[in-house]
């Protein structure tokens, strides 16, 4: 993997740049959709591919280990093959599901054990296995096992937490450079920057993450429930030490205005469930602010979903039948709200990354985040 930075904004620390993998480049800032399971809720590759513009998705390690399980991947050819995607993919490493497993989970020095939410079964991942898993699941972007902490969390379990997560590293760094990838293309591993919101254990932990010298680094921890403002002093720390030189990727993160304050701050990676997840609930992000296409206003107005959107030109799909078709629990509902939002979230990035080339990001940025959380 190899990131070349192409342009910065001259009045906010938004970066322009260039992620290349085996199975294509990466134009950053980016929005990477989730597909949990290797699908991308309700939407088709080929509609990721031309509507969207979706440049790289998400797998999720637990659950892909879980269903359809490593055999069935493994046979497939990995990912990339089983689910008809060849461009990049990133894969997480199921520590946001460890963060999230709280009464079936224990954690030890040697890992996590676990009970599987399908069928109650028990099983253990260390950070040698989660190499071995994303090594079989075949993603060019891997990352490494950490600890999710949950917000609140007090300073001593925090520290306790971090200092773990940095040994697991060791672990990850150590399996996954004395392994090779499986089908005959090179994979990256990430380490992940933790230490909840406080100021030193976030400068300890992107000191530490910094000195692996990996070819890319994440921010985890954060987007769990802190007020914005913690997430983005919490953010600006960490920029602040990471490399320049190496792409910043920030977990889970988020709404349209969180991307974009990020994005001042030095972050060029985002991924997060919430276009899709909100879009199945009838939230829909556009350019001038949020609505909820459930309200009676909608019932009888038969204009475009977005009149400045250019995603469904061929055809008008009002207000009113969308409003109708998440009423009644009609797939096609959510098939078009989800693709209205991951279209909306990557035409934001492609502004973005448009604005930071001109010098223009940091005006743009504020004008848009005055009018992106506004309920319509």
Request: glycine share 6%; with cysteine.
């Amino acid at each position: 993997m190899k990131f070349t930075l192409k342009a910065k904004d001259p009045n906010s620390k938004a970066r322009l740049g260039e992620i290349e993998t085996a199975h294509g480049n990466i134009q950053t800032p980016v929005f990477m959709p989730v597909g949990t399971a290797g699908s991308v809720k309700a939407v088709h590759q080929s509609e990721l591919l031309n509507d969207v513009k979706a440049q790289i998705i998400l797998g999720n390690t637990y659950h892909l280990y879980l269903r359809p399980g490593l055999d069935i991947i493994q046979k497939a050819g990995g990912l990339h093959k089983f689910n008809s995607w060849d461009k990049p993919l990133l894969t997480d490493s199921g520590g946001f599901q460890v963060y999230s497993l709280t009464e079936v989970r224990k954690i030890k020095e040697e890992g996590v054990t676990f009970q599987s939410h399908i069928d109650g079964s028990r099983h253990l991942f260390t950070p040698e296995r989660v190499m071995d898993i994303q090594r079989i699941i075949g993603a060019d972007i891997i990352m490494a096992f950490d600890e999710c902490t949950p917000y609140p969390c007090d300073y001593s379990y925090a520290r306790k937490s971090m200092d773990m997560t940095h040994r697991w590293l060791k672990r990850c760094c150590e399996r996954f450079d004395e392994t090779e990838p499986l089908y005959g293309y090179s994979q990256s591993l990430f380490p992940i920057v933790q230490g909840s919101v406080y100021k030193d254990l976030r400068e300890r932990s992107a000191e530490k993450i910094a000195s692996y010298n990996r070819e890319g680094n994440a921010i985890g921890g954060l987007s769990v429930g802190e007020p914005a403002e913690e997430m983005y002093a919490m953010t600006e720390i960490v920029c602040n030490i990471l490399p320049e030189s190496k792409p910043r990727y920030l977990m889970g993160v988020g709404t349209p205005v969180n991307l974009l304050e990020n994005i001042a701050l030095g972050i060029d990676m985002f991924d997060c469930v919430m276009p899709t997840r909100n879009a199945r609930n009838g939230m829909l992000f556009t350019k001038e602010g949020i609505i909820n296409i459930k309200n009676k206003k909608w019932e009888d107005d038969f204009s475009p979903i977005d009149e400045s959107s250019d995603l469904f030109s061929d055809r008008l799909y009002s207000k009113a039948y969308l409003r109708h078709l998440i009423r009644s629990k009609e797939i096609l509902g959510a098939q078009i709200a989800s693709l209205h939002n991951l279209h909306f979230y990557l035409w934001l990035m492609e502004e973005a990354r448009n604005h930071i080339a001109d010098g223009t990001f940091y005006n743009w940025k504020n004008k848009m985040t005055k009018v992106l959380d506004q309920k319509i």
